[in-house]
């Protein structure tokens, strides 16, 4: 069974830290793999979309990728209260069903 | 461009009742996909809709179905419900052509409990 793996947490920051956030997967025939913010109560946000080995940024945020270790990461810059959220990782099943695979998520808590 | 909407937000049954859920997704997205969300086993994939067909399914049992109209609204039912159903549906709709860059947005959400 195909699976993508996060450490639950809580991951607790102080305020304008870096805030690092990984996520391991099995399916290496995977290729695209996406991070999504989900406040408490709320449905599921996309922050960012990552498909090549390396780093993409947007913003504050960082999403880093290495296929051949099957990890992705998002580091998140300057750590702010109102990033205190569940960040869940998905990776697009590489097979014939295309679904994405969700991580269970990691509880990130910024403190002021 | 307007998001994902789903319909009712929050629902409380009681269990053998069934349960229609209802999804509309973003304009020009044909594919639907919904899930189900707990505590306990975090978001979990039950079917996949595009061009009107299931496309994909995931593990869960005959109770759960869904269908998808011709303007890509999807419903999903539940029947005999049971007190595990008790749960966070989402719908995510996606242009659904299996690109590299497909990306799924997610609508709100239905609270359902079942007492």
């Known amino acids: 069974q195909k699976e993508v793996e996060q450490n639950s947490g809580p991951l607790s920051v102080p305020e304008g830290a870096i805030a690092s956030l990984n996520c391991t997967y099995s399916?290496?025939?995977?290729?695209?793999f996406f991070w999504y913010r989900q406040y408490s109560g709320k449905s599921p946000e996309l922050i960012m979309s990552?498909?090549?080995?390396g780093d993409k940024e947007d913003g504050r945020f960082t999403a880093q990728l290495n296929k051949a270790s099957q990890y992705v990461s998002l580091l998140i810059r300057d750590s702010q209260p109102s990033d205190s959220a569940t960040y869940l990782c998905?990776?697009?099943?590489?097979?014939?069903?295309?679904?994405?695979?969700f991580g269970k998520g990691t509880k990130l808590s910024v403190k002021p | 461009k307007a998001g994902v909407t789903q319909t009712p937000r929050y629902l409380i049954k009681t269990r053998g009742q069934q349960v229609t859920l209802s999804c509309s997704p973003i304009?020009?997205?044909?594919?639907v996909s919904w899930y189900q969300q707990t505590p306990g086993q975090g978001l979990q994939f039950l079917f996949e809709?595009?061009?009107?067909?299931?496309?994909n399914k995931g593990n869960f049992p005959g109770r759960f179905s869904g269908r998808q109209f011709s303007n890509s609204r999807s419903e999903m039912n539940v029947s005999t419900l049971e007190l595990g159903d008790s749960a966070l549906y989402l719908c995510a709709s996606s242009n659904g052509e299996r690109g590299i860059g497909e990306t799924q947005y997610f609508g709100p959400g239905t609270r359902l409990l079942v007492l």
């Open positions: 990552i498909y090549s080995n």
């Open positions: 304009s020009g997205h044909r594919s």
């Open positions: 809709y595009f061009s009107e067909t299931q496309r």
């Open positions: 998905a990776v697009r099943d590489g097979g014939s069903q295309g679904n994405l695979i």
């Open positions: 399916d290496r025939g995977s290729q695209s």
